[in-house]
Structure formats: C-alpha cells, structure tokens
Nanobody, 115 residues
Framework: VQLQASGGGLVQPGGSLRLSCAAS????????IYWIRQAPGKEPEGVSC???????YYTASVKGRFTISRDNAKNTVYLQMNSLKPEDTAVYYC??????????WGQGTLVTVSS
C-alpha cells in the first residue's frame, strides 16, 4: 500500500509541470487527496485538495494557476501547475485522508522554479 508522487523537476518561471500521485493497494477515490508542499525553511502548506463530490480546493497563492484532477481508471491524482513562480519551489507531497485522519503519504517530489 503506497502513494507515489512524481513529475517534479526544474522549470523556468512561467513554465508548467504536471505532478502525479499514483496509488497502489487502495482506491484513491475513497479518500480526500491533498497536495502539500514544503519550501526550504518554511512550514508545510496545503496547496490543493480533491474529494468525491467536492470541486477542487486551492490555496489562494495558486488559484487560477494550478488544477487538481483525478483519473479513477489509473487510480491517480494530478496537479497541473501553470505559470510557475520561484515561490512555488518546494517539495510537493500527496496525502490521502479519510474522515479527517491522514492515512497515506507519498514520498515527495521536488519542484524547482528558477531561471
């Protein structure tokens, strides 16, 4: 049973990346899935969330630039990140929550936005 986050990398300001959060051993659709990021020297920050029957939630700093989506057939949640800024640089984690309890965490994928 695990979550696998991937898709990070180095991108120039204004560029795009798509992060993936793939689940094995359980069904993502049964959980609320969060993307959480932690920048160097900063506290973790909730970026986005998707759950059954609820449109995506986004923290204010990424609203209009990031889009969260789910592909149930692939048991994967995506975070499409456009118009990236240097302040988006962080390790991005995905996590699965059930009834307000964290159940699973991915290992994190590094996003670096720099020219």
């Amino acid at each position: 049973v695990q979550l696998q986050a991937s898709g990070g990398g180095l991108v120039q300001p204004g560029g795009s990346l798509r992060l993936s959060c793939a689940a094995s051993g359980f069904t993502l659709d049964d959980y609320a899935i969060y993307w959480i990021r932690q920048a160097p020297g900063k506290e973790p920050e909730g970026v986005s969330c998707i759950s059954t029957g609820v449109d995506g939630y986004y923290t204010a700093s990424v609203k209009g630039r990031f889009t969260i989506s789910r592909d149930n057939a692939k048991n994967t949640v995506y975070l499409q990140m456009n118009s990236l800024k240097p302040e988006d640089t962080a390790v991005y984690y995905c996590a699965a929550s059930e009834s307000g309890i964290w159940r699973y965490w991915g290992q994190g994928t590094l996003v670096t936005v720099s020219s």
